[in-house]
């Protein structure tokens, strides 16, 4: 089995992120896709909404792609939490044989060698690296295995959150229930 792994803070969860997992799923053979949001992440600022929230949002957006499992894995790690921790705890208990691909932005690509443990997280997996704007790709010599989604893709969450925060149309890049559900709540205003 191929495993796609995709951590973020989802905060909130998009279409880009939607998009990203199909992307894989379809050109590289991802069987699972899973999102496992960040409880705290580690290289980004605190998430606006807190953990159970964000899970709750990305099951809701995900609900009808029976490709991608939504992980609240590192709700029970301990704290600070790293990829490679993550990467760990998820090969426990899975086959032997089954592969795994982490799922990461271009700009994470870039400085993957900055993040504890980097030589071991490429030695145990391959990645798919999504190309979010007009990167380049020179620097990925850096990643031995990789495959590159060059679909251009600019949305962001902290795009959305201002989006919302202004009273501009955002429901296109949650898609309505999961744009209602934030617009009840009162989330991020």
Same mark, same amino acid.
């Given at each position: ?84 921790? =993550?990467?760990?705890? *998820? ?6 044989? +089954? &592969? $795994?691909?982490?799922?990461? @932005?271009?700009?994470? %690509? ?45 949305? =962001?969450?902290?795009? *959305? ?6 009273? +501009? &149309? $955002?429901?296109?890049?949650? @898609?309505?229930?999961? %744009? ?10």
């Amino acid at each position: 089995m191929k495993l796609g792994i995709f951590g973020g803070s989802f905060d909130p969860p998009h279409i880009g992120h939607l998009i990203f997992s199909t992307d894989a799923h379809n050109d590289f053979g991802i069987d699972e896709v899973v999102w496992l949001v960040n409880h705290t992440p580690c290289h980004k600022t605190k998430p606006v909404l807190p953990f159970a929230q964000r899970i709750q949002f990305c099951r809701l957006i995900t609900e009808k792609f029976n490709f991608i499992t939504v992980s609240d894995l590192e709700e029970s790690l301990s704290k600070p939490n790293y990829t490679f921790d =993550s990467l760990q705890s *998820i090969k426990k208990g899975r086959g032997e044989k +089954d &592969e $795994y691909f982490l799922m990461i @932005g271009m700009d994470q %690509a870039k400085t993957i060698d900055t993040w504890k443990n980097s030589d071991s997280l490429k030695e145990n997996c391959q990645f798919i690296v999504m190309n979010r704007g007009d990167e380049e790709e020179e620097n990925l010599l850096n990643l031995k295995e990789y495959r590159l989604i060059k679909r251009r893709i600019d949305v =962001s969450s902290t795009e *959305i959150r201002e989006r919302i925060r202004k009273g +501009d &149309e $955002y429901k296109a890049y949650l @898609g309505e229930q999961l %744009a209602d559900l934030i617009k009840s709540a009162g989330c991020y205003r």
